[in-house]
């Protein structure tokens, strides 16, 4: 069974610029959620999706997007990107609808670097 | 404001040694609380998981970690550790009342051969 697929697995970008990240959950699970990864802020919760639609929101800026589409992928998008940007960004999915009783499954992550 | 707090950021053990990490949270609602491991170099993988019954959960490698409702405390242990469990380890509830899973700041375990 695979795991989380995130693509790609790495990203150099400049700043300014924007920047999508791909996430396939395992097959079978429909909620996706997204986390970001620095040394000082830790795990921080962007966002979660279920059956195409936002879920739950963190406390990041409108730069940060994402969306889900009918087979459950999820993309995540980053405008106008700054150098605090640079982070590992995580995709965890879970089974059926997620949520509370449920257990989230991570993937390896997208490393961006902002320069 | 709901939080989760990791006591220790960095802890480090020689092998044999018995390890405790604290992880308190501030949730109202029902809590699931699971604790996470990042080895060197991989991915987030589940170590054990909370979610109703008996307070003392075992999960993989050995670990164990013990719900207490009254203190708001859900501490990770291990008898006695070995060099393979160097790697950070993170706590993470989940409120009935958000949906989210929330993560603490990590503790990184360093264990010495």
């Known amino acids: 069974k695979a795991g989380v697929t995130q693509t790609p697995r790495y990203l150099i970008k400049t700043r300014g610029q924007q920047v999508t990240l791909s996430c396939s959950p395992i097959s079978g699970h429909r909620s996706v959620s997204w986390y970001q990864q620095t040394p000082g802020q830790g795990l921080q919760f962007l966002f979660e999706y279920f059956s195409e639609t936002q879920r739950n929101k963190g406390n990041f800026p409108g730069r940060f997007s994402g969306r889900q589409f009918s087979n459950s992928r999820s993309e995540m998008n980053v405008s106008t990107l700054e150098l605090g940007d640079s982070a590992l960004y995580l995709c965890a999915s879970s089974f059926g609808t997620g949520g509370l009783n449920t257990e989230a499954f991570f993937g390896q992550g997208t490393r961006l670097t902002v320069v | 404001a709901q939080s989760v707090s990791q006591h220790n950021h960095h802890v480090i053990l020689s092998e044999a040694a018995s390890l405790e990490l604290g992880c308190n949270y501030s949730?109202?609602?029902?809590?699931?609380l699971f604790w996470y491991v990042q080895y060197p170099g991989q991915h987030l993988q589940l170590l054990l998981k909370y979610f109703s019954g008996d307070p003392l959960v075992k999960g993989i490698k050995g670990f164990e970690a013990e719900f207490i409702k009254s203190k708001f405390s859900f501490n990770l242990r291990k008898p006695s550790v070995q060099w393979s469990d160097t790697a950070e380890y993170f706590c993470a509830p989940r409120s009935s009342n958000t949906g989210k899973l929330i993560f603490g700041q990590g503790t990184t375990l360093q264990v010495k051969p």
């Open positions: 949730y109202g609602g029902t809590v699931n």
